[in-house]
């Protein structure tokens, strides 16, 4: 019988490594919308010594800071400690930093307790969607990271009507409790991970067979045991792939300078900017101060303003959750390319009628509801696309030795995109008015040509397959490349895969008893 992980295998235990995933998430988005809401808070502002507008920007951004070294950290020590191990790490970061923040009575305080929590959030979100990823089987990996993001952005609702709640209680409360909430997640992460297993892809990295068979067996389910064809035949592809790689015989300096394997140096650039255009995007504009936009912006009253954030935030989670619908059946060039088309729409029309309230004054209640409305469209078009497809690209589209190291560089590239949003944010509200959003409009369009032309097609694929592409060598342009953009999976790597299959098969014919022992060798090895 195959081992059972919190009582499941199968689809019973992808669901578990989910939820746990997804926590994290939901831990993450709770992180991006609290502090805004916190900020504009005067109980808050008077305990702060009512700083400035430039300070409060760096005071939100400096969390960004520690998310982006924390990402980093990854790199080295996402390998070494596994998935589960680094989650739980960073959760533990994060309540720590949540109770110096709680407990601020100060701007240095606050800015040393978001920098800590930053750390951890930085170390959570480059290691679930791999792990996510790495757990997950080919046709429904990008539906289960879609609704990790979908899971973020409950967490950013939460945070939302959270604060919008607590403005009401008098005192320090208001904003104390808000950011000591994070401890919650903190607690359901210990409930949840120290019982999951690890990425079987990353147990035969490392060598222990033995314990990739039985993950890889859990996984599949429906009373798979190590000797199934099926676990036997996961196991060959995914070491087959890594036998062609040999990554741990580059340096870091032969890898960034083109001169390790085909096509990694690239790829990990392509993971790193789709990354980056999640975040220049304009979206944390909103979610780290849409209650401050509203207010200073469109000058509508704090009460109303935080009602409408949290509003807004509702939307947001509806059509994240229907991005589950379409991230697999259009692919992610087409639903990536139609949400950045969508956004960019929106950001123009936010300009338009934000120039026409500082021209006609009059009919600025008019113009701000319009505003308002295409604030929340932008939500809906953001959800559907751009917020999901640069998370999970990350996590597929690296090579299989480099997925941690790859997917560790792109979040730390999310981050420190993060970190520049959200310190001129508040400034370029103040003076450029509205000049400021044209900047995002154009940045959302530039998205289209850059998927077109850059990005091949990852929808419908193993992990393994997208190795096979890039060993092709292709062309820097893929949009003439079929087997780059078709949707379906390219017959080249059915047919790959039932060689492998049939190399096997072949070889426990003739020599069964030999795979036998060679486990048997791996398991006393592991033993001494």
Request: hydrophobic share 45%; proline share 3%.
């Amino acid at each position: 019988m195959p081992r059972k992980y919190l009582g499941g295998s199968g689809e019973a235990l992808t669901v578990w490594i989910s939820v746990a995933a997804s926590t994290v998430l939901v831990f993450y988005g709770y992180d991006q919308g609290v502090f805004g809401n916190v900020l504009v808070g005067q109980n808050f502002l008077d305990t702060m010594g009512n700083p400035t507008t430039a300070v409060q920007g760096t005071m939100t951004s400096v969390y960004n800071l520690g998310c982006f070294f924390g990402a980093l950290s990854t790199i080295y020590s996402g390998d070494k400690l596994g998935r589960p191990r680094v989650l739980l790490l960073g959760s533990t970061v994060i309540a720590v930093g949540a109770v110096i923040q709680a407990a601020s009575c100060s701007v240095a305080q606050m800015m040393v307790g978001r920098i800590i929590a930053g750390l951890g959030t930085g170390m959570n979100t480059a290691t679930a969607g791999v792990w996510q990823a790495e757990t997950s089987k080919m046709r429904s990996r990008g539906k289960l990271v879609i609704i990790q993001m979908a899971n973020c952005i409950t967490g950013f609702s939460i945070s939302n009507w959270l604060t919008l709640g607590f403005s009401f209680a008098k005192g320090s409360v208001a904003w104390r409790f808000p950011l000591a909430f994070q401890i919650f997640f903190t607690a359901l992460i210990w409930c949840l991970c120290p019982f999951l297993p690890d990425s079987p892809r990353l147990l035969i990295r490392k060598g222990r067979y033995e314990d990739a068979y039985e993950v890889l067996a859990a996984l599949e389910g429906h009373g798979a045991t190590v000797d199934s064809p099926s676990v036997k035949t996961q196991f060959n592809i995914i070491k087959d792939v890594l036998d062609r790689e040999h990554m741990n015989t580059y340096t870091w300096g032969q890898l960034l300078t083109g001169k390790g394997p085909s096509g990694v140096l690239r790829r990990m650039i392509l993971g790193a900017w789709m990354q980056a255009m999640n975040q220049i995007s304009g979206i944390n504009v909103t979610s780290y101060y849409m209650t401050y936009v509203f207010i200073h912006a469109l000058n509508i009253s704090e009460l109303r303003a935080r009602i409408l954030a949290a509003a807004g935030s509702v939307d947001y989670l509806l059509f994240s959750v229907l991005a589950y619908f379409v991230i697999e059946r259009y692919g992610r060039r087409n639903v990536m390319m139609t949400s950045a088309a969508a956004c960019c729409t929106c950001w123009v029309i936010i300009t338009i009628v934000l120039a026409l309230t500082e021209s006609d004054p009059s009919h600025s209640f008019q113009y701000g509801a319009v505003a308002v409305t295409f604030f929340f469209v932008f939500f809906s078009s953001f959800g559907m696309g751009v917020l999901g497809v640069p998370w999970l690209y990350p996590t597929e589209i690296n090579a299989l030795e480099m997925r941690t190291k790859g997917a560790s560089l792109a979040m730390a590239t999310n981050w420190i995109m993060n970190y520049m949003v959200a310190e001129v944010t508040p400034s370029g509200i103040a003076n450029l008015a509205w000049r400021f959003w044209i900047i995002w409009a154009v940045i959302c369009f530039s998205f289209i040509p850059i998927t077109y032309f850059f990005y091949p097609e990852t929808a419908n694929r193993s992990l393994e397959d997208i190795d096979r592409f890039f060993d092709t060598k292709p062309g820097i342009f893929i949009h003439r490349n079929k087997i780059a953009t078709q949707l379906q999976r390219p017959a080249i790597y059915e047919e790959e895969d039932r060689r492998i299959e049939g190399l096997g098969e072949k070889s426990v014919e003739v020599s069964g008893s030999e795979v036998v022992e060679e486990r048997v060798e791996h398991r006393d090895v592991k033993s001494g």
